[in-house]
């Protein structure tokens, strides 16, 4: 009920911490308005809520109020899931839509005051939730799909019209970009004039050093001459004074003053050469400070050289920057181009499927109605035929009676017993209403007049077994590679020679290998061996043992038969063969191959009186009792050659009249099928039943280590044909303009890698697979409706129901009886949850790859 129930997209959109954000943000509100004897009943329909979850919630002594009632039912509500929410919010959608516009925001879409009065019953809510998914399902699905893509074309316009700013940033900033690159040019150009000016500067400064250097030698030279001249100084004073004192003596004397007028003006001389000299110290001190000035103009333009520098690195990588950034920007442009036109193919080839699947839905309809007329006119037609058939029946028993009268009279009359005998070379014996009886399974050749039913008939010890004249494989000494010889009525006759195949004249033609052929007739004589075959055999149906040494057999067992002729015929010698090898484990007899369809067809007969199993398959973990196999007379396998060769002979049936009605038939029931051993070295692919089961498995197996899915790769219809032609296609569907084909050179690429292809087909590719020499692994999942609880979350997401997974369950279950191998089942009660599943499914798959494989 709840798939059926419209939903908002805005809130089937978020996430289950967002559903349970939003109500825990109004649970007090939720708790007090609330009363949820109104909301169970939706949330029962929902499938979120069973029996015993609402006697707890409106009657448990627990709770004392209403409240209470309300927060409890949000507890079990919310260990639902994201169901769990949806639901919820629908029920107020129905019962409190101003609670529900408060928690979510939105208005409910249903009209409440057409149904005022009726909103306390559960049947409102059912009425409500049918009508909505009968008038709304199919076009809120093609609305979804419609809003999806807008939205998504949306977002793609959206990124387009980003990507365009981005680019016209990106230009911009290539603008900015030359600019800059001009501004570093121009400044380099500037420092290199700089450059050339420091050099020149630095030039200067080295004269102006050297000029120093000389100055300050210079200097030091003057300043010991001003010592030595002050020092001559003082001399000449003190002799100047000294000359004074006499001469003032000599004045007063001789009063003579010429002497003094001559070193007065010498002495005035070297007065102004000294100071020659202190204005030379002047120009020292002034060099040395244009010195310091240049010194420091050099610093200043050192710091701006670096500066500069540094900002044309950061210029550089900023240019690398914004390339790259360019670069990106167009790549992703392109791919969401590409990806906007994938998407407007998908939607085309969408809108395609869903055309074909609504003309396909109406011809499936039509043909339903047309098969259950049909059906009904069969069953009709078997009642009155088997009323008919129960009345010859009581006809052949009188005139068998009669017979039987008129046997026991003639005994007294030795003349008229020959002719009679020969007149009657077939026993008259009552017919079971069998309604898959395919064959006489009895053999009438031997003229035998005892009566037996169908169920206890036994083949003649002089009737050649199913080995006679068919080509059966192996030996007892070298398995498929040796012929081996056997005499039957006394004469050997080939077991291996097709060519042999339905002869009875006992002849023996040459055979290349005549000494193995020699060794096998000394054996036979000496009573060493028994029988010459050895071949391998899948059994369709379980045998219990009546008889000590008797083999117990099930159903699919794979036996090793090694004596066709055991105990004169009447039942076969074989092995049990394990799952690992070869080698035969437990022996004993088995009904031969007369017999053991005798058997197939009673197991049959008794089913079919069972209502319980007629029209239903055996439960989850009861053995398999029988494998349906029917096999086309005409293309019959070597067992049935050999056994139909001898015993539907027509040159030895004298009174066409006596033969059973059905000898005439072209299709037989199968007890045993030949099977071949393979051991695969490669991981096998593998495949999974049901496919719908299969496709979450993948999901899961493909993020573990050595799975794989296998892709359907799109081929135009050139490569399709060449693919044909190859053999190379294991399953195709069609599309527009070509085909979607699952290849054997993908599945081979897979196991090329040491990995497990998981293959989403269907299982008539299996034989397909067979004939490319790949051996897949078949899981089977039980599927019952407590199973299928499981899966619901992740149906949903694919669009499936519960009831359509049972279906599809039952009709692929019924198919696996036509596969040529066996597969490994899982049953329901070994695993409680995904998790566990995809455990037991890995564990599965390696015990599978161990194993041998057995094809038909």
Not at 98 to 124: A, I, W
Not at 253 to 263: A, F, K, R, Y
Not at 276 to 301: M, W
């Amino acid at each position: 009920m709840a798939e059926l129930c419209r939903r908002d997209s805005s809130l089937t959109a978020l996430d289950e911490e967002m559903l349970w954000e939003l109500m825990e943000d109004h649970r007090c509100r939720i708790v007090r308005s609330i009363c949820p004897s109104r909301l169970t009943p939706y949330l029962r329909q929902a499938k979120v809520l069973d029996q015993l979850d609402e006697e707890e919630v409106l009657h448990s002594p627990r709770f004392t109020n209403t409240a209470m009632r309300v927060g409890h039912l949000l507890d079990l509500l919310k260990t639902r899931g994201k169901n769990g929410a949806i639901a919820f919010l629908e029920s107020l959608k129905f019962h409190n839509p101003d609670v529900y516009t408060l928690v979510t925001g939105l208005q409910p879409s249903v009209d409440f005051t057409n149904f005022s009065g009726l909103m306390e019953t559960s049947k409102l809510t059912e009425c409500l939730a049918g009508a909505i998914g009968s008038l709304q399902e199919e076009l809120s699905q093609e609305k979804g799909q419609k809003e999806a893509l807008l939205r998504q074309c949306q977002q793609l316009q959206e990124h387009l019209g980003q990507a365009e700013a981005r680019a016209e940033g990106l230009r911009q900033l290539e603008a900015d970009h030359g600019r800059m690159k001009r501004e570093v040019s121009a400044h380099f150009h500037e420092v290199l004039k700089l450059k050339d000016e420091m050099l020149s500067l630095s030039l200067h400064y080295s004269n102006a050093l050297q000029e120093k250097d000389l100055a300050a030698t210079r200097c030091r030279g003057l300043q010991e001459e001003l010592y030595l001249m002050k020092q001559e100084l003082q001399r000449e004073k003190m002799s100047s004074s000294c000359e004074r004192e006499f001469q003032e003596r000599s004045l007063k004397m001789t009063n003579d003053l010429e002497p003094g007028d001559e070193e007065l003006s010498r002495l005035k001389e070297e007065n102004e050469r000294l100071r020659s000299l202190t204005f030379s110290l002047a120009e020292k001190d002034i060099l040395e400070q244009n010195l310091d000035e240049a010194l420091e103009s050099r610093q200043e333009l050192v710091n701006r050289i670096h500066s500069l520098r540094e900002q044309a690195m950061a210029a550089e990588r900023q240019r690398k920057q914004y390339w790259e950034e360019k670069e990106q920007t167009l790549l992703q442009f392109q791919k969401t181009k590409v990806d906007c036109e994938i998407y407007k193919e998908k939607m085309n080839v969408l809108q395609s499927q869903v055309v074909e699947l609504q003309k396909e839905r109406d011809q499936a309809y039509l043909a339903r109605d047309g098969s259950q007329l049909e059906m009904s006119q069969n069953l009709a037609e078997k009642d009155a035929l088997r009323r008919k058939v129960f009345e010859l029946t009581d006809q052949v028993c009188e005139l068998r009676q009669q017979v039987q009268r008129l046997q026991a009279q003639a005994e007294s009359l030795p003349g008229p017993k020959q002719e009679t005998g020969a007149r009657e070379p077939y026993p008259k014996r009552k017919q079971q209403l069998v309604r898959m009886f395919a064959l006489c399974p009895w053999d009438d050749s031997d003229g035998s007049s005892s009566e037996q039913c169908p169920g206890e008939a036994e083949a003649s010890p002089q009737d050649p077994g199913p080995g006679h004249g068919a080509g059966l494989p192996g030996g007892r000494a070298a398995g498929a590679d040796k012929r081996h010889w056997r005499e039957p009525h006394g004469h050997l006759h080939s077991s291996g020679h097709p060519g042999l195949r339905g002869r009875r004249d006992g002849v023996v033609p040459r055979h290349p290998d005549y000494d193995g052929y020699k060794k096998l007739v000394e054996d036979l004589k000496a009573k060493v061996a028994t029988s010459g075959d050895s071949f391998y055999i899948r059994v369709n149906l379980a045998l219990e043992r009546r008889a000590e040494g008797e083999l117990q057999v099930h159903c699919n067992d794979i036996l090793h038969v090694t004596d066709t002729l055991f105990q004169g015929g009447s039942c076969w010698h074989a092995h049990r063969v394990g799952p690992y090898s070869t080698k035969g484990t437990e022996q004993g007899t088995i009904p031969n191959y007369a017999q053991a369809q005798q058997l197939l067809i009673a197991l049959i007969q008794d089913m079919a009186h069972r209502s319980t199993m007629a029209r239903k398959q055996p439960s989850a973990g009861a053995q398999k009792l029988v494998r349906i196999v029917s096999m086309d007379r005409t293309k019959a396998s070597p067992l049935w050659s050999s056994f139909d060769g001898g015993q539907l002979d027509p040159s030895q049936v004298e009174d066409p009249s006596t033969v059973c009605f059905w000898a005439e038939s072209y299709f037989t029931l199968v007890p045993y099928t030949l099977v071949h051993s393979h051991r695969p070295s490669r991981p096998r692919p593998v495949l999974f039943v049901p496919r719908v089961v299969g496709k979450i498995l993948m999901e899961k197996l493909c993020l573990l280590q050595g799975y794989k899915k296998c892709p359907a790769a799109y081929l135009s219809q050139k490569e399709y044909d060449a693919s044909s032609q190859r053999g190379d296609i294991i399953q195709e569907r069609e599309a527009s303009g070509g085909r979607y084909c699952v290849t054997c050179r993908a599945v081979e690429s897979l196991m090329g890698k040491n990995t497990h292809a998981l293959l989403d087909v269907q299982l008539d590719s299996v034989r397909v697979l067979h004939k490319m020499e790949i051996f897949p692994i078949i899981i089977h999942i039980s599927i019952n409706e407590k199973v299928a609880k499981k899966f619901k979350k992740a149906l949903q997401q694919l669009g499936t129901t519960e009831d359509q997974l049972l279906e599809a369950a039952r009709q692929e279950e019924g198919e696996l009886d036509k596969v040529p191998c066996l597969y490994s089942s899982l049953a329901p009660d070994s695993w409680s949850d995904l998790h566990a599943l995809l455990g037991c499914v890995r564990l599965a798959i390696a015990d599978e790859q161990k194993k041998v494989v057995w094809t038909e």
